[in-house]
């Protein structure tokens, strides 16, 4: 009788498909043709190796990668007795490797265009696979991945990433000279020109142009980087006042000529009334663009907007900053229209709103405009928070943005702007190289000093990859990218210099990332991070990692910072490459994810305030960037529970979000969440508990995965963590 198998297995192209036992008994039967009748096995001693391959596959509870399953193989016929049986298999499994690797991209390149490989095809939850914008970026992908294998990068270096031991990030943007993440220095391009595809673009003369202008500006940087950019509305604030006098004249010459009155009061009401509706349509110009325009790696640029009232002098240019955010809040709560005409949530741009004194209290100036954002965030999933007073005393008495997600640049006093401030618009960091810190745990078996030791090993082993990082930046000339390297976003070099002065002395950043300190904590103390018997262990480690960024920067003059990784696929390779190195280790290695960064475990009951006081004390000691989430149900009915939220992470914490749901199924018209769940096979599909609908072509998922919204689904470790998520409020 046959095993009934639903584990399913990872192919080498990426491809996820069912078990299937004939496949091994096809394979021994081969091996076993080519020998002797004498030393051949029987058809029962066949069937009995690959029945006891498909038990052990099945008790794995997690999808199997076939190199495992040959291994498995191998052992099962010598377990047999069948040595010259096994020695066949061995010799035809060595020469199918040779083949493959004659050419490592061949197949990596097919699967993606037809569509079958699962680690592409989710790989990205902002981009859509099928595209052929996508697919060509892919495929270029697939080509710098096996460049950055076989000839860029050193052999430790790789085995390290291929067995999930260190995550070398975006090798399939390594062999080009591009950076990861960055601050727009949307103020020095549009107030003193900057060239697009080779046209100059003046100062603009209107808040609208101005709009139009940073859209195409993001969408040049977005296509010249492989990370998320940032740009603050306060960089457009002084084009406001710029439209108001044009429509004051424009206002007074149609008066004129039509011999109404020129009474103040009237040309100032008409004035104020035309210039609302032109920052309705520059704010409208933002929003669509960004989500239309398709950049040329097959995605929406990767873009948030900062929103801080403090950026400019308080008066009328305040004021005027005010009315921006204030329609970018109202636009983003009504969200954009799909193809059906169905009000969704957009991806992008994701948006911050840093609280202070003068808008987070109910007698607060701007208070209106913290009300309008809780209740924006109850809908829309954004904005997201920092906090001014927590932000200052971390950051020496400095608020700005993070580079996209939740990248943040260092206060360097190198850095300083011509007034004599720090310099935070116009810098980068440099790329990403994480740490999987529950590798270092599961390796020391428990041992405390030898964590320690495997943890400085591993720790110079990501330094040797940041330095690689580094390296392939160094020479880089501005030609590249002028948009970034001489147009302004970035710099204003000469053409032909090279960018070299901007990787040192402060002016970009290179991130140091870390994963799973949860289960660190686990394999090591058998508690959680939150046990307070556990917490100083953890505070410890991540010191450790402050220390050597330290180290590093003081030795080389790089800007070496700790990074809480936000993992997207990965969490998934890591928790693969844990299993196979490992087995299933309970608390462990026994889910297909693990915990992004510091975060307390998806599954643990926690509620809201704790939680973010808790991960306050983690946060500050990643300078490199880090962001907090709670899990909160439907919120729109709730305000003044938002609005409480808002005020917890003002006191407690410097950067925070809420991550509600945000569906739609377009078979049936439900607008609740949509839920995950098993299939026959064993894999987490998503369904409308309204209908029963299982396509996902017909239904609209929004998720915060890292700091981003995600809209095109997500792999299977990542699916199982979402369903693993617990309400905190």
Same mark, same amino acid.
């Given at each position: 009788?046959?095993?009934?198998?639903k584990?399913?297995?990872?192919?080498?192209?990426?491809?996820?498909?069912?078990?299937d036992?004939?496949k091994?008994?096809?394979?021994i039967?081969?091996?076993?043709?080519?020998?002797?009748?004498?030393?051949k096995?029987?058809?029962?001693?066949?069937?009995?190796?690959?029945?006891?391959?498909?038990?052990?596959?099945?008790?794995?509870?997690?999808?199997?990668?076939v190199?495992?399953?040959?291994?498995?193989?191998?052992?099962?016929i010598?377990?047999?007795?069948?040595?010259?049986?096994?020695?066949?298999?061995?010799?035809?499994r060595?020469?199918?490797e040779?083949?493959?690797?004659?050419?490592?991209?061949?197949?990596?390149?097919?699967?993606?265009?037809?569509?079958?490989?699962?680690?592409?095809?989710?790989?990205n939850s902002n981009?859509?696979?099928v595209?052929?914008?996508?697919?060509?970026?892919?495929?270029?992908g697939?080509?710098?991945?096996?460049?950055?294998?076989?000839?860029?990068?050193?052999?430790?270096?790789?085995?390290?990433?291929?067995?999930?031991i260190?995550?070398?990030?975006?090798t399939d943007?390594?062999a080009?000279?591009?950076?990861?993440?960055?601050?727009?220095?949307?103020?020095d391009?549009?107030?003193?020109?900057t060239?697009?595809?080779?046209t100059?673009?003046?100062?603009?003369?209107?808040?609208f142009?101005?709009c139009n202008?940073?859209?195409?500006?993001?969408?040049?940087?977005?296509?010249?980087?492989?990370?998320?950019?940032?740009?603050?509305?306060?960089?457009?604030?002084?084009f406001?006042?710029?439209?108001?006098q044009?429509?004051?004249?424009s206002?007074?010459?149609?008066?004129?000529?039509?011999?109404?009155?020129l009474?103040?009061?009237?040309?100032?009401?008409?004035t104020?009334?035309?210039?609302?509706?032109?920052i309705?349509s520059?704010?409208?110009?933002?929003?669509?663009?960004?989500?239309?325009?398709?950049?040329?790696?097959?995605?929406?640029?990767?873009?948030?907007?900062?929103?801080?009232?403090?950026?400019?002098?308080?008066?009328?240019?305040?004021?005027?900053?005010a009315?921006?955010?204030?329609?970018?809040?109202?636009?983003?709560?009504q969200?954009?229209?799909?193809?059906?005409?169905?009000w969704?949530?957009?991806?992008?741009? #994701?948006?911050?709103?840093? !609280?202070?004194?003068?808008?987070? @209290?109910?007698?607060?100036? /701007?208070?209106? =405009?913290? *009300?309008?954002?809780?209740?924006?965030?109850?809908?829309r999933?954004?904005?997201?928070?920092i906090?001014?007073?927590?932000?200052?005393?971390?950051?020496?008495?400095?608020?700005?943005p993070?580079?996209?997600?939740?990248?943040?640049?260092?206060?360097e006093?190198?850095?300083?702007?011509e007034d004599?401030?720090?310099?935070?618009?116009?810098?980068?960091?440099q790329?990403?190289?994480t740490?999987?810190l529950?590798?270092?745990?599961?390796?020391a078996?428990?041992?405390?000093?030898?964590?320690w030791?495997?943890?400085?090993?591993?720790?110079?082993?990501?330094?040797?990859?940041?330095r690689?990082?580094?390296?392939?930046?160094?020479?880089?000339?501005s030609?590249?990218?002028?948009?970034?390297?001489?147009?302004g976003?970035l710099?204003?070099?000469k053409?032909?210099e #090279?960018?070299?002065?901007? !990787?040192?002395?402060?002016?970009? @950043?290179?991130?140091?990332? /870390?994963?799973? =300190?949860? *289960?660190?904590?686990m394999?090591m103390?058998?508690?959680?991070?939150?046990d307070?018997?556990?917490?100083?262990?953890?505070l410890?480690v991540?010191?450790?990692?402050?220390?050597?960024?330290?180290?590093?920067?003081?030795?080389?003059?790089?800007?070496?910072?700790?990074?809480?990784?936000?993992?997207?696929?990965?969490?998934?390779?890591?928790?693969k490459?844990?299993?196979k190195r490992?087995?299933?280790?309970?608390?462990?290695?026994?889910?297909?994810?693990?915990?992004?960064?510091?975060?307390?475990?998806?599954s643990?009951?926690?509620n809201?305030?704790?939680?973010?006081?808790?991960?306050?004390?983690?946060?500050?000691l990643?300078?490199?960037?880090?962001i907090?989430?709670?899990e909160?149900?439907?919120?729109?009915?709730?305000?003044?529970?938002?609005?409480?939220?808002?005020?917890f992470?003002y006191?407690?914490?410097?950067?925070?979000?809420?991550?509600?749901?945000?569906?739609?199924?377009e078979?049936?018209?439900?607008?609740?969440?949509?839920?995950?769940?098993?299939?026959?096979?064993?894999k987490l599909?998503?369904e409308?508990?309204?209908?029963?609908?299982?396509d996902?072509?017909?239904?609209?998922?929004?998720?915060?995965?890292?700091?981003?919204?995600?809209?095109?689904?997500?792999?299977?470790?990542?699916t199982?963590?979402?369903?693993?998520?617990?309400?905190?409020?």
């Amino acid at each position: 009788m046959d095993i009934a198998v639903k584990t399913r297995v990872i192919k080498r192209n990426g491809e996820e498909v069912e078990f299937d036992l004939s496949k091994i008994i096809n394979a021994i039967g081969k091996a076993n043709h080519e020998i002797d009748n004498l030393h051949k096995l029987n058809e029962y001693q066949i069937r009995a190796v690959a029945d006891n391959i498909a038990k052990k596959v099945e008790e794995s509870m997690h999808a199997v990668n076939v190199e495992d399953i040959q291994d498995m193989v191998e052992t099962g016929i010598m377990e047999m007795r069948g040595y010259e049986v096994a020695q066949k298999y061995v010799r035809y499994r060595y020469k199918r490797e040779l083949t493959r690797k004659s050419n490592t991209t061949d197949n990596g390149i097919l699967s993606l265009l037809e569509h079958i490989n699962e680690e592409v095809n989710q790989e990205n939850s902002n981009k859509n696979p099928v595209i052929n914008s996508t697919q060509r970026d892919y495929m270029a992908g697939e080509v710098s991945k096996d460049l950055s294998r076989r000839v860029l990068l050193p052999e430790d270096v790789v085995q390290a990433h291929e067995e999930g031991i260190i995550h070398f990030h975006d090798t399939d943007y390594f062999a080009q000279k591009e950076h990861n993440c960055d601050l727009i220095n949307l103020e020095d391009m549009l107030q003193n020109g900057t060239v697009i595809s080779e046209t100059l673009i003046e100062k603009p003369h209107s808040f609208f142009t101005a709009c139009n202008v940073t859209t195409q500006i993001v969408a040049q940087v977005a296509s010249n980087q492989y990370g998320g950019q940032s740009f603050t509305l306060a960089h457009l604030a002084p084009f406001v006042d710029i439209s108001r006098q044009k429509i004051r004249k424009s206002v007074i010459e149609e008066r004129t000529e039509c011999g109404e009155s020129l009474d103040e009061e009237i040309i100032a009401r008409v004035t104020e009334k035309r210039l609302k509706d032109e920052i309705k349509s520059g704010i409208q110009t933002i929003q669509y663009q960004l989500i239309t325009l398709m950049t040329c790696n097959g995605q929406a640029p990767f873009v948030t907007v900062f929103m801080y009232l403090d950026e400019v002098p308080e008066g009328q240019e305040r004021e005027d900053l005010a009315m921006i955010i204030e329609e970018v809040l109202k636009q983003r709560m009504q969200g954009v229209k799909n193809e059906k005409g169905v009000w969704i949530t957009p991806a992008f741009p #994701k948006l911050i709103y840093v !609280l202070d004194e003068d808008n987070i @209290t109910e007698d607060s100036k /701007y208070w209106h =405009l913290t *009300e309008l954002s809780a209740k924006c965030t109850a809908k829309r999933m954004v904005p997201d928070y920092i906090s001014a007073k927590i932000m200052k005393e971390l950051k020496q008495g400095e608020i700005y943005p993070c580079m996209g997600c939740r990248s943040f640049l260092t206060v360097e006093d190198s850095q300083r702007n011509e007034d004599g401030s720090h310099k935070f618009y116009g810098r980068f960091n440099q790329g990403v190289v994480t740490i999987n810190l529950v590798d270092v745990a599961c390796s020391a078996e428990g041992d405390m000093d030898r964590f320690w030791e495997i943890l400085d090993e591993r720790l110079e082993l990501c330094h040797r990859a940041l330095r690689c990082r580094h390296e392939r930046l160094l020479g880089t000339v501005s030609d590249v990218a002028p948009i970034l390297w001489q147009n302004g976003a970035l710099a204003r070099l000469k053409k032909g210099e #090279k960018i070299d002065k901007l !990787l040192y002395n402060g002016y970009s @950043t290179i991130s140091l990332g /870390y994963a799973g =300190l949860y *289960e660190m904590c686990m394999r090591m103390l058998g508690r959680s991070h939150t046990d307070p018997a556990a917490r100083p262990f953890a505070l410890a480690v991540m010191q450790r990692l402050n220390d050597k960024c330290k180290e590093w920067k003081n030795a080389e003059n790089i800007s070496y910072s700790v990074y809480g990784t936000p993992m997207e696929s990965t969490t998934y390779k890591f928790a693969k490459c844990l299993q196979k190195r490992f087995g299933i280790i309970k608390g462990v290695t026994d889910k297909n994810y693990i915990t992004n960064s510091y975060h307390v475990h998806v599954s643990e009951v926690i509620n809201a305030f704790d939680k973010l006081e808790f991960e306050a004390e983690f946060q500050k000691l990643s300078p490199g960037g880090a962001i907090s989430y709670i899990e909160v149900p439907n919120m729109q009915n709730n305000i003044p529970a938002v609005l409480s939220v808002m005020k917890f992470i003002y006191d407690h914490i410097m950067y925070a979000e809420l991550n509600t749901k945000s569906d739609y199924c377009e078979n049936c018209g439900y607008d609740g969440e949509i839920q995950i769940t098993e299939d026959a096979s064993g894999k987490l599909v998503w369904e409308c508990p309204n209908c029963g609908n299982r396509d996902q072509n017909k239904m609209f998922v929004a998720r915060r995965t890292c700091g981003y919204i995600g809209t095109q689904f997500w792999n299977q470790g990542r699916t199982q963590e979402i369903k693993d998520r617990v309400l905190h409020l």
